[in-house]
């Protein structure tokens, strides 16, 4: 499997500005220029005193890019950065370029197809039409609607693992293509600002995700959920990783079902997998061997892909239970808990382990009615009485940035506790944590509980118990980074 290169995408409005971006991406091997934005343009300028190859893109707003000039103008712009010596120029497949690339025999042309809309079914004619044009690269870009639709491109790319190719799956769902590249045979992978849908910056493909630090046949271990992107997993997974010096990363993945979860990472060979909503439930089902708290539970957040197939374990369990020590025993206490999908499940059971009197109260109560079943508890209403419990836990998603106005409950239903412990964790103080403070309650934020069974999870995969402080302070890193993302 031959390493992909990272190729950094920049954009501007001046030549000046584009030649400061291309410059400042040193870490790249190669650099996109997007000559498309630039209003300005100086191609002298643009390529003049390079230190890195680059690749020149000049995007039509019919292929998503920003150059609304003739198509005259456009090959002209191309053409002269060709004999200006770019390594390499981007053409579309659906433009009048044939002449061009027949005058170069194919080289140092990157022949490109962008479908926005979905992965189309001709997925694998359209490639090979595009390879009997003789150009020296075929770059094919697609939404990926579906787990499955990145395993198609991961087919396509095994199929022609000895033509060079660069397959990248837009969106969310395909985020794995960009940063598993070499897995999809794409000879480089896009980073940047949100030039694309779904594409990574080039500080979070080194850093967070260890690009240029992991070979191309590295473990691979992922978050699973819909949606992911918020998660502070890959931050505190992949500097675990660091610290241990393990040839291996951990990177998001999104699907529309477990079902397609399941393909998707078979797939692509994935060793370990923490899974979060919507899939905890529905994933027990794709798993063969599984631990008795699982079982009891109902759910499993944690999956390892063992010699004869998935094996799943719940450390959401000991992970919620963890923080709540700070406040002793829990036995006895009347413990209400909002929500009834997999994190409650995990709550309730913890709960009930220790003694506690589990009352449970969500929207649907059919559902509230089966997470207290499995701890013989009650079903109580929708917000909780004040003075109704001594301990109430918030395990839906209420509150969650950037919705950080919103709690599950009012601050009327506040009084008359004892503590309150939120799950979520994005803000560090919710809305719901900071009105329980108010009314006199202890509060207990989530990101204790992430981290507790994030080092659990890691811990049964490797063998080894990782730093609590360093998951801790790399979580903590990651949300300062985005309210500061966020105040700008």
């Known amino acids: 499997m031959t390493p992909a290169q990272l190729c950094a995408t920049v954009t501007a409005d001046t030549t000046a500005e584009l030649r400061v971006r291309r410059d400042a991406a040193a870490e790249a091997d190669l650099v996109e220029l997007r000559l498309d934005s630039v209003r300005d343009l100086d191609l002298e300028g643009a390529l003049a005193d390079r230190r890195t190859p680059v690749i020149a893109t000049c995007r039509p707003v019919w292929e998503g890019g920003h150059f609304d000039g003739s198509e005259e103008e456009r090959r002209t712009i191309l053409g002269r950065a060709l004999a200006l010596g770019a390594e390499w120029v981007d053409l579309e497949w659906r433009g009048d370029f044939g002449a061009m690339i027949d005058e170069r025999g194919g080289r140092n042309i990157v022949l490109s197809m962008h479908d926005f809309e979905g992965t189309p079914v001709d997925l694998e004619e359209r490639c090979r039409a595009m390879r009997a044009t003789g150009a020296a690269m075929v770059k094919m870009a697609v939404r990926s609607g579906s787990g499955r639709d990145v395993v198609r491109l991961l087919d396509l790319g095994r199929a022609q693992r000895d033509e060079p190719i660069v397959l990248v799956g837009m969106g969310p769902i395909g985020v794995p293509t960009r940063l598993l590249s070499s897995r999809f045979g794409s000879q480089w992978t896009y980073a940047g600002d949100g030039v694309a849908p779904g594409q990574v910056s080039l500080a979070d493909m080194i850093q967070r995700y260890r690009f240029t630090r992991t070979s191309a046949s590295a473990a691979v271990y992922g978050v699973a959920g819909a949606p992911i992107g918020h998660s502070l997993s890959p931050h505190m997974h992949n500097a675990g990783f660091d610290a241990a010096g393990l040839d291996a990363v951990y990177v998001p993945f999104e699907a529309t079902d477990a079902d397609d979860l399941m393909a998707l990472v078979t797939a692509l060979d994935v060793t370990g997998l923490s899974v979060t909503a919507p899939f905890k439930e529905t994933v027990l089902a794709h798993v063969g061997l599984v631990d008795d708290l699982s079982r009891q539970v109902g759910a499993v957040n944690t999956l390892r892909r063992d010699t004869d197939g998935w094996s799943g374990r719940n450390t959401d369990v000991p992970g919620f239970l963890a923080p709540l ?129 994030a080092v659990r999870q890691f811990e049964w995969w490797h063998g080894v118990r990782p730093s609590s402080e360093l998951f801790k302070t790399s979580a903590l890193a990651a949300l300062d980074a985005r309210s500061a993302e966020q105040s700008v």
């Open 325 to 453: 020590a700070a406040i002793g025993s829990v036995s006895g206490l009347r413990a209400t808990v909002l929500g009834a999908g997999g994190s409650a499940r995990a709550v309730a059971v913890g709960l009930a382990s220790q003694g506690a009197e589990v009352t449970v109260c969500a929207r649907r109560p059919d559902r509230a009615m089966e997470v207290a079943g499995l701890v013989q508890g009650q079903v109580g209403s929708v917000p909780p009485p004040p003075g109704s419990w001594d301990l109430l836990v918030n395990t839906t998603p209420t509150g969650t940035a950037p919705d950080v106005t919103d709690s599950p409950v009012p601050a009327a239903a506040l009084t008359g506790g004892r503590t309150v412990y939120d799950l979520v964790y994005n803000p560090g103080r919710t809305r719901l944590l900071q009105e329980a403070a108010a009314a006199g309650c202890r509060t207990i934020g989530g990101l204790d509980m992430l981290v507790a069974q």
